[in-house]
């Protein structure tokens, strides 16, 4: 009489079920530009801007969401991630939003080909950009506008109120918290325009 293992049995058996249990979802997250009324062009010639690059510190340059729990401890949230880089998302949320408040469609991300003839150059160094869940999201970040070898420097913290304890929350926040720095941005580039040249 033959005898069947059972061993290959068992082992293929616990393949199987290993195959049916999934792991835990990631979740991605865009920024969204603010529903800024477009403002008419203040002149024949509107603006043109490039915005960009734009400089993150280490430990928010990567796909994960980072929240802060402690004033000495983050969590980097696996589960929970950016769609794409902010360094790249950044830029192109600030540009779309500076465009319509300076009434321009000449406002472009750093990178674009069609921003390389732009007037003004604003390269933006986020600082900070600190979220905790169910509170607030806050940015800090200067920037400069240039044109040629003249500069005008600009600062601001901004923050914004998550409408709710999830992540989503966090992500709207975060995309307020840029549009408010786009409007403290737009004002250094008026004031710069506004030297006679």
Known sequence: MRTVSVLPVLFGF?????GC????????????????????????QPLSVRVGPVTLPELLDRPQLVVRVAPNRVDIL???????????????LLAQDMGRRLGSGRV??????????????????????????GEA?????????????????????????????????VADATSRALNALSAEIVKTVLAADAIPK
Request: charged share 25%; net charge neutral.
């Open 21 to 44: 249990v999934r792991s835990p979802g990631v979740t991605f997250y865009t920024l969204t530009p603010a529903a800024v009324q477009e403002v008419e062009a203040s002149s024949a």
């Open 137 to 169: 999201v806050t940015i800090e970040a200067v920037w400069s506008v240039r044109r040629g070898s003249d500069s005008r420097v600009g600062r601001a913290v901004v923050r914004e109120k998550t409408t709710g304890p999830g992540y989503d929350a």
């Open 108 to 133: 472009f991300a750093y990178g674009q080909s069609s921003g390389t003839d732009a007037k003004y150059g604003v390269p933006v160094d986020i600082l900070r950009l600190e979220a905790v869940t």
């Open 78 to 92: 696996e589960a929970h991630r950016w769609a794409e880089p902010l360094k790249e998302e950044i830029p192109r």
């Open 14 to 18: 616990f393949l199987l079920c290993a």
